[in-house]
């Protein structure tokens, strides 16, 4: 079993910035997927970017490339997004997941994994971002 909790979210102006942090704990994570998704008030959730625990290499869908950075902390096991630049439709709560599967097979697949939350494992319970403009 895998434990995640998200934490960091915030009420900000558009173009600030926020870091949310995932804290894992649990079973061994070194062979997970972890990634961050949102949600969006009427939305359904949507994947964000996603990082392998074992190597660190990344993905991030286009929408918030230059923008997001996820990244990993293996000693403290902690994932993190760095939001930039934000904006209104950024707002939403955003979620913290893990898989199973490794990333090689995320990245055959990826479209499964970035196009629907059922193929996660594992889920924290949010964290409140809200943009304002």
């Known amino acids: 079993q895998v434990h995640l909790v998200e934490s960091g979210g915030d009420l900000v102006q558009a173009g600030d910035s926020l870091r949310l942090s995932c804290a894992a704990s649990?079973?061994?994570?070194?062979?997970?997927?972890m990634a961050w998704f949102r949600q969006a008030p009427g939305k359904e959730r949507d994947f964000v970017a996603a990082i392998s625990w074992s190597d660190g290499s990344t993905y991030h869908v286009d929408s918030v490339k230059g923008r997001f950075t996820i990244s990993r902390d293996n000693a403290q096991n902690t994932i993190w997004l760095q939001m930039n630049s934000l904006k209104p439709e950024d707002t939403a709560v955003y979620y913290c997941?893990?898989?199973?599967?490794?990333?090689?097979?995320?990245?055959?697949?990826?479209?499964?994994?970035?196009?629907?939350?059922?193929?996660?494992?594992?889920w924290g319970r949010g964290t409140q971002v809200t943009v304002l403009s």
């Open positions: 997941a893990a898989s199973q599967v490794g990333w090689d097979i995320f990245n055959i697949v990826r479209h499964q994994y970035v196009g629907s939350d059922q193929e996660w494992d594992y």
């Open positions: 649990g079973r061994t994570l070194s062979t997970h997927v």
